[in-house]
T-cell receptor
Framework: GAGVSQSPSNKVTEKGKDVELRCDPI?????LYWYRQRLGQGLEFLIY????????KSGLPSDRFSAERTGESVSTLTIQRTQQEDSAVYLC????????????FGSGTQLSVL | AQSVTQPDIHITVSEGASLELRCNYS??????LFWYVQSPGQGLQLLLK??????LVQGIKGFEAEFKRSQSSFNLRKPSVHWSDAAEYFC??????????FGRGTSLIVHP
């Protein structure tokens, strides 16, 4: 497809389990972002990938969160030992390089931790 | 550091009325500024952006925004609101970082 694709669209898990969220960016987009949106809140930055540079992980809330990206393609966000406060919509976005470039967002993964 | 404040959590307007959503940013130099809209069940979509030149920028769906350096503001406006404009609106700033910082959003409610 032409847009940013995220899977799964919904994920229900039990507290303490690990989850993996996937993002397929738009082809040719070198920049990839992960944000978290808690209910009624704004977007909280998690991690940023730009080409082959080291990712900016400054937004990851704890060492339970990690993300990988292979080249300029798919990215996975992994949350280990999930907690109830991890419940949120996880949004992925991609863009061409540059601060003036707009972000193209996926529809997000709704994560519910019971 | 860069930050964004959207002081209004909810805004209610009647269809056909004018709209202004407020956004204030904090950044030492000229920032890159954006407005995104998140419609129910849809992903965020860019409405407009500013990074230089004319301080009044036009966007999609009839929206415009004005950059006012003296007030550190980038307010979003529309002269006549349609029911389909009901959505969540996010202001974002990208300053020295390539990572946009988003405000908490303003929920627009449109009454018929």
């Amino acid at each position: 497809g032409a847009g940013v694709s995220q899977s799964p669209s919904n994920k229900v898990t039990e507290k303490g389990k690990d989850v993996e969220l996937r993002c397929d960016p738009i082809s040719g987009h070198t920049a990839l972002y992960w944000y978290r949106q808690r209910l009624g809140q704004g977007l909280e930055f998690l991690i940023y990938f730009q080409g082959n540079s080291a990712p900016d992980k400054s937004g990851l809330p704890s060492d339970r969160f990690s993300a990988e990206r292979t080249g300029e393609s798919v990215s996975t966000l992994t949350i280990q030992r999930t907690q109830q406060e991890d419940s949120a919509v996880y949004l992925c976005a991609s863009s061409l390089a540059g601060r003036s470039e707009k972000l193209f967002f996926g529809s997000g993964t709704q994560l519910s931790v019971l | 550091a860069q930050s964004v404040t959207q002081p209004d959590i909810h805004i209610t307007v009647s269809e056909g009325a004018s709209l202004e959503l407020r956004c204030n940013y904090s950044y030492g130099a000229t920032p890159y500024l954006f407005w995104y809209v998140q419609s129910p069940g849809q992903g965020l979509q860019l409405l407009l952006k500013y990074f230089s030149g004319d301080t009044l920028v036009q966007g999609i769906k009839g929206f415009e925004a004005e950059f006012k350096r003296s007030q550190s503001s980038f307010n979003l406006r529309k002269p006549s609101v349609h029911w389909s404009d009901a959505a969540e609106y996010f202001c974002a700033v990208a300053g020295g970082s390539y990572i946009p910082t988003f405000g908490r959003g303003t929920s627009l409610i449109v009454h018929p």
